[in-house]
């Protein structure tokens, strides 16, 4: 029973998050995925970006965790990401969540913006699992 329950508030907020930003925010990011397609040696940007996208139009009940392959280009990539354009996603995810914490209806949405700080910070060795999924944090 308490497992349908978190099924069915985990839709509502994700309804209402994707009403209310989610949309608009992994619109962005794909917008931003397809721009670093086309230049051949941003593909891998251009796939962390689309792996945002997916993370913030459906955020509640997934979570972020390592790849336990991602290696020393990862770390590379990271220091790259976060220099050109990282640092003011996770700026962007954090005075919006600031702005919805405000009223108490966008607590959770507040706080899903916070979710997306990491992601927006360091995407590459990154894989979005279900949070309820036991298998999903064994690699590390």
Known sequence: MRR?????VRLILNVVWLIFGGLWL???YAVAGV????????????IAAF?????????????LADKPDAGAGSLVGNIVWLVLAGWWLALA???TGIAQCVT???IPLGLANFKLV??????????????????????R
């Open 118 to 139: 990491p992601v927006s910070l360091f995407p590459l060795g990154k894989r979005i699992v279900d949070v309820d999924d036991p298998m999903a944090f064994a690699a």
């Open 26 to 28: 992994a619109l962005g």
């Open 93 to 95: 995810h954090i005075v």
């Open 4 to 8: 349908v329950e978190n099924d069915d």
């Open 35 to 46: 721009i670093l397609c086309i230049l051949i040696i941003t593909i891998p940007f251009g």
């Open 51 to 63: 792996r945002m996208a997916n993370f913030t139009l459906w955020p509640f009940g997934r979570r």
């Open 104 to 106: 108490i209806i966008g």
